[in-house]
Each structure stands twice: as structure tokens, then as C-alpha cells.
């Protein structure tokens, strides 16, 4: 994240991961994985054909059929490949060469600019290592494939799917590689990015990466120079060799928290959890950093395409994590220093910022009263789907569904943390999706 303070070494290894996942986000693949859910089942081929059948007119099948094998192979088919990524809103592009395995064990190398070139990056599975020539200094935590925290494919498109409009727009050769171009168009057009990837016809990995403003402004974010498929990558690859002796540190890795409750406890304070996200955010992780006596918290979003991180601290600590950023829009609220970041435009960004300042703990209480009398369960009962991450309106419906009829209200619980929209399942609670909308709007509208 940026603006943290460098003065401590997990907070210094914490931007250069968030460095590193920004330049990944350009993956339709990369996503933090959600620790609510429990997800055994991949969709088949056939079944996403049947399912590509009988979508809307917005989207077309070939489109999310491709889309789908990449989510699926991207970040695990092995490959080397040099490629040159520029961040929206940077000057100055950087260039690396990326080695990666079936397993998703990755090396990058910093070819460019000269400020970064030698700068490398590991992961084998274990262990995340960067190291930075410049100082010497090598930074160890551990990965994020051992912790978990790559996120299912499937889950990300069924919320594609509902936030997207994916279609065809030909083919085209990059990197001597034969591709199809795939558009994503936003149903917020005005708020989040529309995007362009140049999906490989065979291996299915991302070659070129396009993102497209409100304004019509685009930006090649992600650019494949030369790319190779070898049938297999020596282990050696994944190992980091310097000569002498380096500054090592060991960083404590972000922690995976299984609920907001478990979160609120590791980092002793409250958490903002946004009462109704905008654009179709789903929550899918909750993570803990904690070094030198600062506690963080970390909420990872995605809409299936964008992904999202609100950070909170407490607003009073004498050293904080970071130093807030006006131009980056950090704010105080109730208590607690806040930060959006992501890969997504100031106004999309904007609107989570006025998400979040909406969703007053008074507000939530009140809420969380309101669905307690109307549906006849206990105030815990709505806090603990709250904890398991779902925003109030799928709170609100999954009580709808299954009122006071536990084991019913963790399957409808466990529908919307995969990613499943109403339509998908509320039939089998014996309601129309139709008929809980009708029902969620009345809640809405009580007094």
C-alpha cells in the first residue's frame, strides 16, 4: 500500500506485496481467496457451455467460455515471459521477466526502469521472497499459495458474470501468439474501469491487458514482449541466488481471519464493515497485519474483475501504519484512519469512500435491530452473518429465505459467499428471486 511508513520492515515488505499485487490485478485470474467459504466443486466445460447457453444477450458464450479457462490456467500453466506493465496513472512503465509453474510458484525479475532493475521477487510455494540489491536486503514471509490466499476461479465468475458484460471483439497476435480479444464492460460504466484482455487461443494466458475510463481513455496495462510454454520448469528457477552475505528479514505475513469477529479480536479494535458495498463487491477475505505493536486491517473486495482493499487502524495511535494521503482520499471515521485501494477509478473509488462513511456503527446497530424484530431472531443471529462477510441486503435475504431455520440459513449463507446471485438458488428456498426483491425493498423502506 502506498505512503507506509518504511521505517518498519513488515510495513516496508507489506508495500512491495501490494506493489506486486497491483502489477498482478492485470491478471483476470489474480484475486484474494475468500476464508468464509468452503469450495470443493469446479464447474466443468460442459457445464459453463450449458451455462452460456441461456445467458442474457449481454454477454455472449464464446466470451465466457474463454474468460473462464482463464481464470482457470492463467496463473497456473507454466510460461516464461517478458512483459512490460504500466500502472494507470504512472509515468513511467516497468519491465520484468515472469517465470511460472503449474503450481502457481512464481519469479519476477525487474529488468527496468534502472532504479529497480535487479530487483526480484520468489515464490515457491513456501516461502515469499523479495530482495532489493540496492540495500542488500532480503525480505522472507511466507507465501501466499502455503497461506491460502489465492482466490477460486469459479467465485470470481459467478461475480463476473452478474457485474459484467463480456463479448468477443475478434482476434489479434501478440508476442507471435494467436489471441482473442475479450471487452468486460462494467454495468457502471461511469465508476469502474471497462476492460480489454488478448486471451492466448491455446494456453489461455493473458497476453495483453486494457483498461478504458468513462472518458475513453485507455491505457495497455499489461504488455507480453515474448512468452515461451516449456513443458516444464526446473525448480531452480524459483530460488533467489546472491552473492555474500544479505540484510535477511523475516516478515510476518498478512493473517487470514475466518470471520470480522475473529479480525476485530487480532487487531483490537472495531472494523467499518461497509453496511451495503456499490458495483456488486463481494467480500472475500479479512486480513490481520500486525508489526511492532500497529495493527492493520485489511478487507479484500472484488466484483469479479476489480479488486479492492479498505485498510483500516485506529485513528489515535501515536505511530500508525501509514501517513494518511489527502490526494489518495484517507480519511478519519468514527475512531479509525481508512484507506481505499485498488484498481479502480477516483469515482468508483469515491463511491466505497461514501459507502463506507454511510454505514455509521449506530446505523448498523439500528440495522441490525430492525432485521431481528422483522424476521424474529435473535440481534446475534444478523451479527453473525454480518461476521461471516455478507453485506445487509444479503442478510436481509438469506433471513428472508430461511428466518429462523438454522441449517437452512447456512446453505442460502453459503450460496451467496460462492459468489451465487438470487436467481441462481432462491427457488429452492420455495421464493422467486422476484418475490425477495419485493421483500428486501419493504425492509429497506421500514421505519
Not at 44 to 73: P, Y
Not at 165 to 191: F, H, M, W, Y
Not at 342 to 360: F, H, L, M, Y
Not at 386 to 404: C, H, K, P, Y
Request: proline content about 4%.
Amino acid at each position: 500500500m502506498k505512503g507506509f511508513r518504511a521505517t518498519d520492515s513488515s510495513i516496508r515488505m507489506l508495500k512491495a506485496s501490494a506493489l506486486l499485487t497491483a502489477l498482478l490485478s492485470a491478471s483476470i485470474a489474480f484475486a484474494q481467496s475468500s476464508s468464509f467459504a468452503d469450495i470443493n466443486k469446479q464447474d466443468s466445460l460442459a457445464e459453463i457451455e450449458k451455462v452460456c447457453e441461456v445467458l442474457t444477450v449481454q454477454s455472449d458464450g464464446r466470451a465466457l467460455n474463454i474468460i473462464k479457462r482463464a481464470m482457470e490456467r492463467d496463473l497456473r500453466t507454466n510460461y516464461s515471459a517478458v512483459r512490460v506493465l504500466h500502472s494507470w496513472g504512472a509515468k513511467d512503465p516497468v519491465r520484468i521477466r515472469r517465470d511460472q509453474n503449474d503450481l502457481g510458484h512464481n519469479a519476477v525479475l525487474f529488468l527496468s526502469p534502472l532504479k529497480r532493475m535487479g530487483e526480484t521477487s520468489v515464490d515457491n510455494g513456501k516461502n515469499w521472497v523479495t530482495f532489493h540489491p540496492d540495500s542488500r536486503t532480503l525480505y522472507i514471509q511466507d507465501s501466499p499459495i502455503k497461506r491460502g490466499v489465492i482466490g477460486d476461479p469459479s467465485v470470481r465468475f459467478e461475480l463476473l458474470k452478474r457485474n459484467y458484460a463480456v463479448r468477443s471483439e475478434g482476434s489479434d497476435t501478440v508476442a507471435r501468439r494467436k489471441s482473442s480479444i475479450i471487452r468486460l464492460v462494467p454495468k457502471n460504466e461511469q465508476s469502474l474501469f471497462t476492460r480489454r484482455f488478448w486471451v492466448d487461443d491455446d494456453k489461455f494466458v493473458l497476453l495483453r491487458v486494457e483498461w478504458i475510463d468513462r472518458d475513453g481513455t485507455s491505457r495497455v496495462v499489461s504488455e507480453t514482449i515474448s512468452i515461451d510454454f516449456p513443458e516444464s520448469m526446473p525448480p531452480e528457477r524459483f530460488q533467489i541466488k546472491i552473492a555474500g552475505e544479505p540484510r535477511t528479514i523475516h516478515v510476518q505475513a498478512p493473517q487470514r481471519m475466518a470471520t470480522i469477529s475473529d479480525l476485530e479480536k487480532r487487531v483490537g479494535f472495531s472494523i467499518r464493515q461497509p453496511i451495503r458495498m456499490p458495483f456488486g463487491f463481494m467480500l472475500t477475505g479479512a486480513d490481520a497485519v500486525i508489526a511492532n505493536n500497529r495493527a492493520m486491517a485489511a478487507l479484500r473486495y472484488t466484483d469479479g474483475a476489480t479488486n479492492l482493499t479498505i485498510y483500516q487502524a485506529r485513528a489515535n495511535a501515536a505511530d500508525p501504519p501509514w501517513r494518511p494521503s489527502q490526494a489518495r482520499g484517507d480519511f478519519e471515521f468514527e475512531g479509525l484512519l481508512i484507506a481505499v485501494e485498488g484498481d479502480i477509478p477516483p469515482q468508483g473509488r469515491n463511491a466505497v469512500i461514501v459507502a463506507i462513511r454511510e454505514s455509521t456503527e449506530a446505523r448498523e446497530n439500528a440495522l441490525i435491530e430492525r432485521a431481528a424484530r422483522a424476521f424474529g431472531v435473535r440481534s446475534s443471529t444478523v451479527r453473525g452473518l454480518r461476521a461471516q462477510g455478507l453485506g445487509f441486503d444479503e442478510t436481509v435475504a438469506s433471513l428472508i429465505l430461511a428466518g429462523r431455520d438454522d441449517e437452512r440459513r447456512a446453505k442460502c449463507v453459503g450460496y451467496f459467499i460462492r459468489g451465487r446471485d438470487l436467481s441462481d438458488f432462491s427457488r429452492f428456498f420455495g421464493k422467486t428471486d422476484s418475490d425477495v426483491r419485493r421483500e428486501l425493498a419493504s425492509f429497506w423502506e421500514a421505519r
